[in-house]
């Protein structure tokens, strides 16, 4: 029986055991997929200890992506990069470190945009975190020509911009509208709505006929920011679908074979999210 979960401090709330139960029941595979909740200041002694705790690794969840970077074995590249992960696994004894947020976000695009292709698109990215550092890298290795990133604190941007190089440029949020007419993606990648903070004040009139919108959160489902966007006309990938996509090369590294999102597993999450969901 192989074991792996997700730590994180809540962790409760977390969909990846829903996610990943569901694609060992689906491939018939012996294994089990749980959650821990990790306290501040236990997570070293979980991480070093993981290659003798029976799991074959964990996925990491917030506030932990960017600290557990800190008490890994080996990270790859591109964690080393945007010094987040969300993955680990264990090979002989040691803990490798990959991140999945990123081509889980394009991954999600593909998904509902089949034929979206980042070659020679300008993406407009709002938020400078660790999500958004993960979305940008990714958005550049699919050649989108030019991201701009637009920050309430522009310094945190003008930071990215010193990690991605000349195809980004950093803005402050409240400049964004001027960035919109020529925007071909535009995502969300702030936490702005999820507390009771009244969310991001952007109008979409200026974004350019055409222009798709995503946002990484996906609770609710379908974001004010997304609601928002889809009545100005325009297309949205809801965020659900990175959450799927991210998961599945963390469930083929620990148990071995590769899971497909599909439609049913979408609508099994989405209605544990929104009990209202229908397909
Ligand atoms: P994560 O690692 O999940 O991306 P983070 O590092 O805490 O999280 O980043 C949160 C992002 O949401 C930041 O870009 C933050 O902007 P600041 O850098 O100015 O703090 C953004 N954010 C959070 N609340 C916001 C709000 N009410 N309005 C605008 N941006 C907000």
């Known amino acids: 029986m192989i074991s792996a979960g997700v730590i994180g401090f809540p962790v409760k709330h977390s969909r990846s055991p829903l996610i990943h139960t569901f694609w060992l029941k689906q491939l018939g595979i012996e294994g089990r997929y749980g959650k821990k909740e990790v306290p501040p200041g236990d997570l070293k002694t ?6 003798a705790s029976g ?3 964990c996925n990491v969840t917030l506030p932990y992506k960017e600290e557990a970077c800190r008490h890994v074995d ?6 080393k990069r945007i010094a987040s992960l969300n993955t680990i696994y264990l090979r002989e004894g040691k803990t ?10 394009t991954e999600n ?3 509902k945009v089949p034929d979206f292709r980042f070659a020679g698109k300008t993406v407009v990215v709002l938020g400078a975190g660790g999500s958004s550092r993960a979305v940008i890298d990714e958005v550049l290795r699919e050649d989108a020509v030019k991201v701009v990133i637009a920050n309430r604190t522009p310094a945190r941007a003008q930071a990215l911009v010193q990690l991605f190089g000349a ?11 001027d960035y919109l007419p020529t925007c071909h993606l535009l995502v969300n990648t702030t936490s702005a709505g999820i507390a009771n903070d009244g969310g991001l004040d952007l109008s979409f009139d200026r974004l350019a006929a055409g222009a798709i919108v995503s946002d990484i959160n996906y609770v609710p489902l379908v974001t ?3 609601q928002r966007a889809e009545a100005a006309g325009h297309a949205i990938v809801p ?10 090369p963390g469930f083929e590294l620990w148990f071995g074979r590769r899971p497909s999102v599909t439609q049913d597993l979408y609508d099994l999450v989405a209605g544990d999210i929104d009990p209202g969901y229908k397909r």
């Open 46 to 51: 979980f991480l070093r200890g993981l290659p």
């Open 55 to 57: 799991w074959a690794g």
């Open 74 to 79: 080996v990270l790859d590249e591109r964690v």
């Open 96 to 105: 490798f470190a990959t991140s999945t947020d990123g081509r889980g976000f």
């Open 109 to 111: 695009i593909f998904w």
């Open 167 to 177: 195809r980004t440029s950093a803005i402050s949020l409240d400049r964004i509208e």
């Open 224 to 226: 004010p920011f997304l």
């Open 239 to 248: 965020g659900l679908g990175m959450l799927l996509h991210q998961a599945v």
